[in-house]
């Protein structure tokens, strides 16, 4: 299983970034692939994740009503939309991957998902 996440970069206080993860493999129900990110000198945080081929995502409290994942069944894709960025949003996102179901309560856990992409950095200026 292979990865790809693209779409950092940077952008102004307040704007917006769409960050898009490219899976390789064969997609079956309940794949659950997440994001996540590590701030500057700061550990990695879980900040989204959805199940295949579309269930109810999760989302950490800090991006609630801001980020919206989805997922694109037929390319393969997970993306994550981040409106309204803060510049506590810096960091480089990661996106990740189980081949099962992962459950609700180990879902933002990062040693849930064996698979992870390179990282792609966003940086928000304030």
């Known amino acids: 299983v292979q990865l790809q996440a693209s779409g950092g970069g940077l952008v102004q206080a307040g704007g917006s970034l769409k960050l898009t993860c490219a899976t390789s493999g064969r997609t079956s129900n309940g794949v659950t692939t997440g994001w996540f990110r590590q701030a500057p000198g700061k550990g990695r945080e879980f900040v989204a994740s959805i199940r295949w081929p579309g269930d109810t995502p999760f989302y950490a409290d800090s991006v609630k009503g801001r980020f919206t994942v989805s997922s694109d069944n037929a390319k393969n894709t997970v993306t994550l939309q981040m409106n309204s960025l803060e510049p506590e949003d810096t960091g480089v996102y990661y996106c990740?991957?189980?081949?099962?179901?992962?459950?609700?309560?180990?879902?933002?856990?990062?040693?849930?998902?064996?698979?992870w992409g390179q990282g792609t950095l966003v940086t928000v200026s304030s």
């Open positions: 990740a991957s189980a081949r099962q179901r992962v459950i609700n309560t180990q879902i933002r856990r990062g040693e849930s998902y064996p698979y």
